[in-house]
């Protein structure tokens, strides 16, 4: 019974969703844990086109993060039998996740989720290259409803709008998550009936993990008060996600109606809002124009101003952008840029074979690494993730130098252009870091930049068979 439960749960949340295109290629993110194993057992019956679906290529793709060792390893391998056994192509990343942490300043969970991320996009530009569409790929996650579940709580711990309580989207523009409505029961019910074997991740049980004190101390004491809880809040996830979706048309109307100029809003226009729509209305072109999320403090901060009439208030907000109201306007706007001083002289000096460094004293001393990294070395991989420079690109008459007037970067796979001034803007960088970020320049053009990597023409790919690492040391 479970077996065709769930096999129907999936099939109508496929297409009740709309997930898949006709002619879609199916990346699945195959950890091979219980719930990954039946996502991609489920979406291997039904490619050929059953429970009528359209048929669909499909994909596994595993990351190993180095984390846990011979447990990794272990996974890698259980995964990589898993597909040859069913002849579903397998594409295995190892990267040395604890190592990349450390050099990003990331936790281990957030550098881990960047990379799967990065590895999947990486993998449907391979999935282009070989001749679908983009709007063809889907990537698919085997989030259930119990992770679902789990989500919302920890939302709600953390404090939250209405947006946090809807918990995982179905559909994240590519990204797929048919197991939604499926609990982690139902789904290790579905691998003991069809008879499939999966790994379990000894961190699962790690009660210090916030999500892991969730799942089985939260989640386990509200189903004792209802047994149905998981489904339960399913559900009203769903009905919030609803309720959601109007107040975001009604946010992006007042939004419209508002804007008087670029990047200015009447204010009256705004005022005649409710509070729950200008609210929204507020974090959201907050958020788009400094291009990091808008602080619901400063969000209330600009609300009360509303409120209160005010003619002239200013406001600094996350990524270094202001908001400002002077008179019946409210304004979004970068500080001014300070002048751009002289660029910094560097001097290369002694170091290891295999490795070129260059320092400079003043005004405070910084040392720029770059280390040359062969294909066959363990870390070239997880390298690739920085966008380094493609060795064979780069000559010795290169520049070591902090930005000058009229400087422009073309970022890596984006086919444009653009100012510096304008990208350190977009991006959020701090007014104050902008004059002493470093530059590589390689015949009149920046080669690489930090803080973006390796500029378009410059950048390391799989097929490069060496590369620079750049590591700025302050």
């Known amino acids: 019974m479970a077996y065709s439960t769930l096999l129907s749960a999936v099939t109508n949340t496929l297409k009740r969703y709309e997930m898949l295109p006709e002619n879609a290629a199916v990346l699945v993110g195959f950890s091979g844990g219980a719930d990954?194993?039946?996502?991609?057992?489920?979406?291997?019956?039904?490619?050929?086109?059953?429970?009528?679906?359209?048929?669909?290529?499909?994909?596994?793709?595993?990351?190993?993060?180095?984390?846990?060792?011979?447990?990794?390893?272990?996974?890698?391998?259980?995964?990589?039998?898993?597909?040859?056994?069913?002849?579903?192509?397998?594409?295995?990343?190892?990267?040395?996740?604890?190592?990349l942490a450390r050099r990003t300043g990331?936790?281990?969970?957030?550098?881990?989720?960047?990379?799967?991320?990065?590895?999947?996009?990486?993998?449907?530009?391979?999935?282009?290259?070989?001749?679908?569409?983009?709007?063809?790929?889907?990537?698919?996650?085997?989030?259930?409803?119990?992770?679902?579940?789990?989500?919302?709580?920890?939302?709600?711990?953390?404090?939250?709008?209405?947006?946090?309580?809807?918990?995982?989207?179905?559909?994240?523009?590519?990204?797929?998550?048919?197991?939604?409505?499926?609990?982690?029961?139902?789904?290790?019910?579905?691998?003991?009936?069809?008879?499939?074997?999966?790994?379990?991740?000894?961190?699962?049980?790690?009660?210090?993990?916030?999500?892991?004190?969730?799942?089985?101390?939260?989640?386990?004491?509200?189903?004792?008060?209802?047994?149905?809880?998981v489904s339960n809040m399913a559900r009203t996830a769903e009905t919030l996600r609803r309720d959601a979706d109007y107040f975001d048309r009604q946010t992006k109307r007042l939004l419209q109606t508002a804007l008087c100029e670029p990047d200015a809003y009447d204010t009256t226009v705004l005022?005649?809002?409710?509070?729950?729509?200008?609210?929204?209305?507020?974090?959201?072109?907050?958020?788009?124009?400094?291009?990091?999320?808008?602080?619901?403090?400063?969000?209330?901060?600009?609300?009360?101003?509303?409120?209160?009439?005010?003619?002239?208030?200013?406001?600094?907000?996350?990524?270094?952008?202001?908001?400002?109201?002077?008179?019946?306007?409210?304004?979004?706007?970068?500080p001014k840029e300070p002048p751009v001083e002289a660029p910094r002289a560097f001097r290369q000096v002694e170091a290891e074979d295999g490795e070129v460094r260059f320092f400079s004293g003043e005004p405070s001393p910084l040392m720029v690494r770059l280390r040359k990294v062969e294909k066959n070395d363990a870390d070239f991989r997880a390298l690739l993730l920085e966008k380094p420079l493609d060795y064979d690109k780069i000559d010795f008459n290169f520049e070591v130098r902090t930005r000058a007037p009229g400087d422009v970067f073309a970022p890596q796979g984006r086919g444009i252009r653009k100012k510096l001034k304008t990208l350190y803007q977009e991006e959020g960088v701090p007014v104050e870091e902008r004059n002493d970020r470093v530059i590589l320049e390689q015949e009149g053009q920046i080669a690489w930049l930090e803080g973006f990597g390796a500029a378009e023409g410059f950048a390391a790919s799989e097929d490069s068979t060496t590369l620079w690492s750049v590591e700025v040391i302050r």
């Not at 059953?50 to 048929?55: E, I, L, Q, S, Y």
């Not at 507020?282 to 209160?308: M, Y």
């Not at 005010?310 to 019946?328: D, H, W």
Request: charged fraction near 25%; include cysteine.
């Open 106 to 229: 990331e936790s281990e969970e957030t550098c881990g989720r960047r990379v799967r991320y990065e590895v999947f996009e990486e993998l449907v530009d391979l999935l282009c290259e070989d001749g679908f569409a983009w709007d063809e790929v889907r990537i698919a996650t085997a989030h259930t409803a119990s992770d679902n579940a789990e989500t919302m709580l920890f939302h709600l711990a953390r404090g939250t709008g209405l947006s946090g309580l809807t918990g995982i989207p179905p559909v994240r523009k590519n990204i797929i998550r048919p197991l939604i409505t499926c609990t982690r029961e139902e789904v290790e019910a579905y691998c003991g009936e069809a008879g499939l074997t999966f790994v379990k991740d000894s961190t699962n049980t790690d009660r210090t993990l916030s999500r892991n004190r969730i799942r089985y101390e939260s989640l386990t004491a509200l189903k004792a008060v209802n047994e149905a809880a």
């Open 271 to 334: 005022n005649a809002a409710e509070d729950a729509v200008l609210v929204r209305a507020l974090g959201d072109c907050i958020t788009a124009f400094a291009g990091i999320q808008a602080e619901q403090r400063h969000v209330e901060t600009v609300l009360a101003w509303l409120r209160e009439g005010a003619k002239f208030k200013q406001l600094q907000v996350p990524g270094g952008a202001y908001v400002t109201l002077a008179g019946e306007r409210m304004l979004l706007h970068w």
């Open 36 to 99: 990954s194993v039946t996502l991609l057992s489920v979406l291997d019956t039904l490619s050929s086109g059953a429970g009528d679906v359209p048929p669909f290529s499909l994909y596994a793709v595993h990351v190993n993060h180095s984390i846990r060792g011979e447990e990794a390893d272990r996974d890698e391998a259980f995964c990589e039998q898993f597909c040859e056994a069913r002849n579903i192509p397998l594409y295995v990343r190892k990267v040395d996740v604890p190592s």
